[in-house]
C-alpha cells in the first residue's frame, strides 16, 4: 500500500472573511448593569450570527465585541463573495434597527463596522493537539479585520479582491488607495453601498456586452421546434443540463429574445444559490415579470396591475387576489387575507399559479424560463413539478436549466426534452476567442493555450481573457487587442477558481482525496495507480468512487485498453485540486504517485525516469529524485542533448542540496562533468564552464576518483572548442590518456582515445589518427558497446569515420566509402544519432569531391534535417557546413553562402571564442563569395582564416584558407595568388593531404595558364 497516510486536516481555500464589531459608548456602558449590558451584547451577537447563517457562512469566532465569519468555508460557495456581501448589508440594517431601540430605552449609542476581504486562507482544525477548531488562517484574515478597522460607524468595506467578485452585484463605492499596516502595497477600498442591478452572471455579462453568440445551431433547432409546437397549443417542456459557464443562460437568453422578437412574451426567474433558504424566491420574481411589476411602482399600482391582468384572464381569479397580493408583498388593507397556516398558504399558491398557466382563455403562446434549479428552494421546487406537469396541452412552452448533479424530484410533461450542453468545439472556440481579443497576429499562439485551458467553456474563456488583459499581457482593447509579452503562467482567474472549488467540495470526502491524488499525477493517470496512490482500501470502493468522479463530469475514461486511463476532463479543475492540498500532503502524494510508477511499470524505467525524478523531487525526496534524474539524463544521451543538460543540472543542484555521502559524491562530479561534455555541444557561459570545472576537480581529487580526472582533464583541455594550438591540444590529449591508462578502465581508455583523436585530424596528423582509430578497434575487439556514451555516443563508428576521412584526404575515395558504410551502420545500430551525422557529413563530402555534387548535396541536405533534430549547435553547424562545401562543389554559390553563414551564426549565437572549424568555414565561405563575384570580401575574409590557421596550428585547415586567398587575390586581380597557392601546396605536401594537393594544383594550373 502506497497511501500518502496523510489526513487531509487543512486545505487551502478560496474565501470572503468577514469581519463585524459593534461600537457602543463606552462611558454609557459604565454605568449600565453588568447583566443588563450582557443582555444587549447577546442582542447583538445573535443579529450577527444570524445574518451570517442566512447566507451559509460560519461564524469563526466571537471577537470581544463583534465576530469573525467565513463565507466558502468548510463547504466551498461559488458565490462567497456576494453572500458575505448581502449578510453584510442585512447585518447593518438590522442593527440599525436594534441601535435606534437600544437609543430610545436606554439612551446608547450604538453602530457596527464590517470588513469583508477574499482570498486564500488555510482552512481546517487548527490548535492544540485536542483542543482544537475549524478555523480560517491566513493574510486574507488579516486584511478583513483591517478593513473594519477602517470602515467608518455604519458601513462596510471591501478590499479591491473582494469588490472583483462582487461587482455588478452590488453597488460599491470607490474610496481610494488606502496604506495598510501589513500589507506591502497600498490597497483599494470600496464601501458596500446597497444592492446592484445584476442577479446572475449573464447580468453581469449583458452590463459588459455580450460577446457574439458562436455554434450551438443544434440546440437551437430543438427549442425553435418546441416552440412551434406550444403555439400550436400542444405545450412544451425542455429542461438543458449544463455544467457551470458553459453557455445554458446563454441560450435561454437567445431563445427569449427570438421569441420576443415574434410577439411571443417571456418571463423569467432564477434560484440563486443563497436563496435555497428562502421560499419563493423564484417565484416570486417571475409572478412580478408576469404581471410587469416594477421595482417602484407604489403599491396601488402594483395592486391594479395584479387585479386587471388576473381579472382579464379569467374572473374567476377574483377570490385569490387577497392571496396574490400578500404574497407579492402588496396586501391590501380592505381585503386582508385569512388566517392560513403556511403550508395552506404554499397550497393555494401553488393552485393559482397553476391555473395561470393553464387558463383556457388564454390566447398568446407564453414562455417561462426558470433557470438554475440545483439551487431552488423546496416549496419553489413542488411549485414547479406542478407548473411542468400542467403544460401539456396549452400554449406554453417552460424551459428549465440546471447543473449536471441536480435531481429532479419532477417528471415533467410526457413529451419533456432534456438537453445536455456540451463545450464549445474548437471552430467555435477560435470565433468567440476572435471575437473577445481580435485578430492581431501576435496573438496566434494564444488561440491553442486558451483553448486547452478552457477545454471550450465560454465562460472561462471570457474570464480569461479578461484576466490576460487585466494583467497587461494583452494590450490595446476588447475586440482588438495585441500580445504585450509572452503569456507563461496565466493562473485561474479567481471568478472561475471559486465555480471550479465550489463544485469540487460537494463531491463526497473520499472523491475529493481521490481527485486531489489523480490531480497531482497530472493530466491523466492510470487506474492501477490511481488505486495505489489514493490509498484505496479495497477496490470495490475505489470502483464507486471512480464513478462518482465520472459521473459528476470530473474525469473521464481516456483509454480503457490495455489499462484504464482516467483522465480531467477540464484542466483548469486540475490545477484547483492541485492546488487546494497543503504542501505536505502534495509533496507525500507526488513520492507516492512516483513510487507507482516505478512499481506499475517495471519494463518502462529508462523511459520513465524523468518523470518519476520529477514527483520525486517535489516529494521532497531528493536523493531518490536526483537517481532518477540521471539515469532519465544518461538515457535522453546524445540523442536529445537538451534534455540531458538540462537532467544533468538538476541532478546537481539535488545532490548539492543533501548531505555528502559516497553516492552523492559520485552523483556530484558524475553530473557535473556531463554538464561540461554537453557544454561543448550546446554552449555554456564560460563562468559557468570554470565553476563546474573546479566544482568536479575539487569532488574528484577529494575522493581519489582517477576516472573523473581523465574525463576532466579531457573535458578541460582536450574538447572540441578550445582556443589553443593543436600542440597544446594534443598535448591536453596525450595527459588525458595516460590517466585513462592509469585509471584502467577499458571504457574510457577507448572514449578518450576516439574523442582525443579529433586533434589529430585537425592538426592534419593522419598518421597518428588512423594509428589511434587502429587502436580504438583493436581495444573494443569488435565490441561497439565499448567506451559508448562516455564523451561521444559510438568510439567504434567514429574510428571507422576517422579511417574513411584519412582516405579521403589521401584520395583513396573507394575505400573511404567503404569505411564510411559501416561507420554509418555502427553508429545507426547503436542508436547514436550524433556520430550518424558526422560520418554522412563526411559522406556528403567525398561525393562531391568524387564528382557527383548533386548527390553530395543531395546527402548533405538530409543530414540538416536528421541533425536539426538533435538540437545541438556543434553537430548542426557541422551538417551545414558539409552541405556548404558540396553546395561549392555544385557551383550553387548563394545556396552554399547561406548554409555557411547559417553555422556560423549558430556558432557564434551559442559559443564563445574560435572553435576549431572557425578557419575551415571562413575559408569555405570565401570561395562561396569568390563565386559570386565578391572577391575583395572572400580576400579578407581568407586573409583572416589564414592567420587564425597559421596562429593555432590547424594544419587541416591551413592549406584551405590559403587556397581560398590565393584564388580570391586571382579573381579579385590581386598581387600575392601565387604566393599563397605555393604556401598551401607546401603544407598539403608535408601533410600529405593529397585531395587538397589536388585542388592547389589545379588552381595553380588555372593560374599560370592565365598568365601565359
Ligand atoms: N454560445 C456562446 N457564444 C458566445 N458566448 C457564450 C456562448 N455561451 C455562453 N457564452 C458566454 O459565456 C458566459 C457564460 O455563459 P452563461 O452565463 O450562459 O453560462 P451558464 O452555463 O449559465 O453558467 P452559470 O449559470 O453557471 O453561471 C456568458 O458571458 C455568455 O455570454
Ligand atoms: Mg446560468
Not at 485536542?130 to 480560517?136: C, I, N, P, R, V
Not at 458596500?192 to 452572471?201: D, I, K, M, P, T
Not at 400542444?234 to 445554458?248: C, T
Amino acid at each position: 500500500m502506497i497511501g500518502t497516510g496523510i489526513e487531509s486536516d487543512g486545505e487551502r481555500k478560496q474565501v470572503t472573511v468577514l469581519f463585524a464589531d459593534v461600537k457602543g459608548s463606552m462611558d454609557l456602558a459604565e454605568q449600565q448593569d453588568p447583566e443588563q449590558w450582557r443582555e444587549i451584547m447577546q442582542g447583538f451577537f445573535a443579529i450577527l450570527a444570524d445574518e451570517v447563517r442566512r447566507f451559509e457562512g460560519t461564524v469563526d469566532k466571537f471577537t470581544g465585541d463583534g465576530i469573525m465569519a467565513i463565507f466558502g468555508a468548510p463547504v466551498a460557495h461559488e458565490d462567497h463573495a456576494r453572500r458575505a456581501c448581502y449578510a453584510a448589508l442585512r447585518m447593518l440594517d438590522d442593527i440599525s434597527d436594534y441601535a435606534a431601540e437600544l437609543r430610545r430605552r436606554h439612551g446608547l449609542n450604538f453602530s457596527v463596522r464590517i470588513g469583508i476581504n477574499s482570498g486564500e486562507v488555510v482552512a481546517g482544525a487548527i490548535g492544540a493537539e485536542g483542543d482544537s477548531e475549524y478555523t480560517a488562517i491566513g493574510h486574507t484574515v488579516g486584511l478583513a479585520q483591517r478593513m473594519e478597522a477602517l470602515a467608518e460607524p455604519g458601513k462596510a468595506y471591501l478590499t479591491e479582491r473582494a469588490a472583483e467578485l462582487a461587482r455588478g452585484f452590488f453597488e460599491l463605492e470607490d474610496l481610494g488607495e488606502f496604506e495598510i499596516k501589513g500589507a506591502s502595497r497600498p490597497v483599494r477600498v470600496f464601501e458596500l453601498a446597497g444592492v446592484g442591478s445584476a442577479r446572475s452572471r449573464l447580468d453581469l455579462s449583458r452590463e459588459r456586452g455580450f460577446s457574439r453568440f458562436v455554434g450551438r445551431d443544434e440546440e437551437m433547432a430543438t427549442l425553435d421546434e418546441a416552440l412551434e409546437r406550444a403555439k400550436a397549443g400542444e405545450g412544451a417542456a425542455v429542461g438543458i443540463v449544463a455544467e457551470p459557464g458553459i453557455g445554458e443562460s446563454r441560450l435561454c437568453h437567445e431563445l427569449a429574445e427570438r421569441a420576443r422578437a415574434s410577439g411571443i412574451e417571456v418571463f423569467e426567474c432564477q434560484a440563486q444559490s443563497h436563496g435555497r433558504e428562502i421560499p419563493f424566491m423564484p417565484v416570486l420574481q417571475m409572478l412580478r415579470s408576469y404581471f410587469g411589476i416594477a421595482d417602484n411602482d407604489p403599491e396601488r399600482i402594483v395592486r391594479e396591475k395584479i387585479a386587471g391582468r388576473a381579472l382579464l384572464l379569467d374572473p374567476g381569479f377574483a377570490d385569490d387576489l387577497p392571496l396574490l397580493f400578500d404574497f407579492l408583498g402588496v396586501p391590501d388593507p380592505d381585503r386582508p387575507l385569512p388566517q392560513l397556516s403556511a403550508e395552506a398558504r404554499h397550497r393555494a399558491l401553488r393552485g393559482v399559479v397553476c391555473r395561470l398557466v393553464r387558463a383556457p382563455q388564454r390566447r398568446d403562446p407564453i414562455v417561462t424560463i426558470v433557470e438554475d434549479l440545483h439551487w431552488i428552494d423546496e416549496a419553489s421546487e413542488v411549485l414547479l413539478g406542478e407548473l411542468l406537469g400542467s403544460v401539456d396541452g396549452t400554449q406554453t412552452l417552460a424551459i428549465v436549466n440546471f447543473r449536471p448533479e441536480y435531481e429532479a424530484p419532477w417528471t415533467g410533461p410526457p413529451d419533456y426534452r432534456e438537453i445536455s450542453l456540451e463545450p464549445l468545439g474548437q471552430a467555435d472556440t477560435l470565433e468567440l476567442l476572435h471575437d473577445l481579443a481580435g485578430g492581431d497576429p501576435s496573438l496566434d499562439g494564444l488561440a491553442k493555450l486558451v483553448h486547452a485551458r478552457t477545454a471550450g467553456n465560454p465562460f472561462f474563456i471570457e474570464e480569461i481573457v479578461r484576466a490576460l488583459a487585466e494583467s497587461g499581457y494583452l494590450e490595446g482593447e476588447r475586440g482588438a487587442y495585441r500580445l504585450a509579452r509572452p503569456v507563461e503562467d496565466a493562473g485561474v482567474p479567481a471568478t472561475v477558481q471559486t465555480v471550479l472549488a465550489a463544485r469540487i467540495d460537494r463531491l463526497g470526502p473520499e472523491a475529493k482525496r481521490l481527485l486531489q491524488a489523480a490531480s497531482v499525477a497530472g493530466k491523466e493517470i492510470g487506474e492501477r495507480a490511481l488505486v495505489l496512490v489514493g490509498g484505496l482500501a479495497d477496490r470495490e470502493e475505489g470502483e464507486e468512487t471512480l464513478r462518482e468522479l465520472i459521473e459528476a463530469g470530473f474525469l473521464y475514461e481516456l483509454e480503457l485498453y490495455p489499462e484504464r486511463v482516467l483522465a480531467f476532463r477540464h484542466p483548469l479543475t486540475r490545477e484547483v485540486a492541485y492546488g487546494s492540498q497543503l504542501a505536505e500532503q502534495r509533496a507525500a502524494t507526488h513520492a507516492a504517485v512516483a513510487r507507482a510508477t516505478i512499481e506499475l511499470n517495471p519494463d518502462r524505467h529508462d523511459e520513465l525516469a524523468a518523470l518519476i525524478a520529477s514527483h520525486m523531487e517535489q516529494g521532497g525526496e531528493k536523493l531518490e529524485a536526483a537517481r532518477w534524474a540521471a539515469r532519465a539524463a544518461h538515457w535522453a544521451g546524445h540523442s536529445r542533448p537538451h534534455d540531458a543538460l538540462r537532467l544533468w543540472q538538476t541532478v546537481t543542484d539535488l545532490v548539492d542540496q543533501l548531505d555528502q555521502s559516497e553516492e552523492t559524491d559520485a552523483l556530484g562530479v558524475s553530473s557535473r562533468l556531463l554538464q561540461l561534455d554537453y557544454a561543448w555541444r550546446l554552449g555554456m557561459e564560460r563562468q559557468e564552464v570554470t565553476r563546474l570545472e573546479a566544482e568536479a576537480a575539487e569532488i574528484a581529487r577529494r575522493i581519489g576518483d582517477l576516472r573523473s580526472l581523465a574525463l576532466l582533464q579531457m573535458l578541460r583541455y582536450a574538447r572540441p572548442g578550445l582556443e589553443q594550438t593543436t600542440a597544446e591540444w594534443i598535448a591536453g590529449v596525450a595527459e588525458a590518456r595516460r590517466l585513462a591508462d592509469e585509471a584502467d578502465d577499458i571504457h574510457l581508455r577507448v572514449a578518450i582515445r576516439a574523442a582525443g583523436s579529433y586533434a589529430y585530424l585537425c592538426a592534419a596528423d593522419f598518421d597518428r589518427l588512423e594509428r589511434t582509430a587502429d587502436e580504438v578497434l583493436e581495444l573494443a575487439a569488435g565490441d561497439p558497446g565499448i567506451g559508448a556514451g562516455i564523451i561521444i555516443g559510438s568510439p567504434v563508428a567514429w574510428a571507422l569515420g576517422a579511417k574513411a576521412i584519412v582516405r579521403r584526404e589521401r584520395g583513396a575515395f573507394e575505400e573511404c566509402e567503404r569505411f564510411l558504410e559501416r561507420g554509418l551502420q555502427i553508429a545507426e545500430e547503436q542508436g547514436d544519432p550524433e556520430t550518424a551525422s558526422w560520418n554522412r557529413g563526411t559522406k556528403s563530402l567525398l561525393l562531391a569531391m568524387r564528382g557527383d555534387a548533386e548527390a553530395g548535396v543531395a546527402v548533405g541536405r538530409r543530414n540538416c534535417e536528421l541533425t536539426e533534430r538533435l538540437g545541438d549547435v556543434f553537430s548542426r553547424s557541422l551538417a551545414l557546413g558539409n552541405l556548404g562545401a558540396a553546395q561549392l562543389a555544385a557551383e550553387d554559390y548563394a545556396g552554399a553562402l547561406d548554409s555557411f553563414e547559417e553555422a556560423e551564426r549558430l556558432h557564434r549565437e551559442a559559443m564563445e571564442g574560435g572553435d576549431e572549424l572557425e578557419a575551415w568555414r571562413a575559408a569555405v565561405r570565401a570561395q562561396a563569395l569568390i563565386g559570386l563575384g565578391r572577391a575583395e570580401e572572400a580576400i579578407e575574409l581568407a586573409a583572416g582564416a589564414v592567420e587564425v590557421a597559421r596562429r593555432r596550428e590547424l594544419f587541416w585547415s591551413l592549406p584551405l584558407t590559403l587556397l581560398a586567398l590565393g584564388r580570391a587575390r586571382a579573381a579579385a586581380g590581386q598581387d600575392g595568388a601565387r604566393e599563397a597557392l605555393d604556401e598551401a601546396a607546401a603544407v598539403a605536401t608535408a601533410t600529405e593531404g593529397r585531395t587538397t594537393l589536388t585542388a592547389i594544383e589545379e588552381e595553380r594550373e588555372a593560374l599560370g595558364a592565365a598568365a601565359r
